[in-house]
């Protein structure tokens, strides 16, 4: 199976862009959850930088995917703007040629096919650490604008982020010649996203009343051999 490492963008102490009480952290994370999803029913095995809302430095969401070997590696942010009219889509690559050109194109025509969104194109950005320290190809997808009052509305809906994670997940299967399994709703797939962070994994199965204490097992993985991998196991197999 492919791996797809997602990265939601920003995350606790650093919101991102911020439009009164939307957040670009919380809408990356919600799109980054609903595009593991589908990538998971069509047979791909994702994981996150992040589960939740808290803050992951740059360079550790670039090593995170080098560890996990990776295939593909996937950002996902909100953009703003001075100007309140920008508005649209546009991907970022650390040099737009070869795989990593390969991969922005499909996914940006996907998401401007799905969403009839203004095409801001592919854009290089080679000072960013998510897309010059990782060793697969790698995007950064900026979704749509914050600061914009009609797509702000838009992005807040489940609905269009649902849009949003099928053409970016279509992107990514076109890339690697697979195909997409349409899904019927989260909770269908939901189970079927594989937890590889043992402290992602410690919070589900405290969420579900398996464990307590958090703090304890995240100290006990560092001196009981394996306990790292039952636990992940083990968050891996409830729904």
């Known amino acids: 199976m492919s791996k797809i490492f997602i990265d939601a963008g920003h995350g606790g102490k650093d919101p991102g862009a911020v439009n009164g009480n939307v957040y670009e952290k919380d809408i990356a994370l919600q799109i980054a959850i609903k595009l593991s999803h589908v990538l998971a029913k069509s047979n791909c095995i ?27 590696f996937v950002s996902i942010h909100l953009n703003s703007s001075a100007n309140k009219t920008a508005s649209g889509i546009e991907t970022l690559v650390y ?33 960013l650490v998510v897309l010059n320290s990782t060793k697969m190809p790698a995007v950064l997808v900026e979704v749509g604008f914050v600061s ?28 690697l010649g697979l195909k997409l399994v349409q899904t019927k709703n989260d909770k269908e797939v939901e189970s079927m996203t594989e937890i590889k962070d043992v402290k992602a994994a410690i919070k589900k199965l405290q969420d579900k009343g398996v464990i307590s204490s958090p703090d304890y097992w995240i100290n006990a993985v560092n001196v009981v051999k394996y306990l790292d991998t039952l636990i992940i196991n083990m968050a891996n197999k409830i729904s």
């Open 46 to 72: 994702a994981t996150l930088s992040r589960f939740n809302d808290i803050f992951v430095p740059l360079i550790d969401r670039a090593n995170k995917a080098n560890q996990y070997n990776a295939d593909i």
């Open 95 to 127: 040099k737009n040629q070869g795989v990593n050109n390969k991969l922005a194109t499909i996914i940006q025509n996907e998401l401007i096919n799905s969403t009839n969104a203004t095409n801001r194109g592919i854009k290089e950005r080679p000072d």
């Open 148 to 175: 914009n009052e009609k797509e702000k509305d838009l992005l807040i809906k489940s609905e269009y982020q649902d849009k949003i994670a099928q053409a970016i997940a279509k992107g990514i299967l076109n890339y």
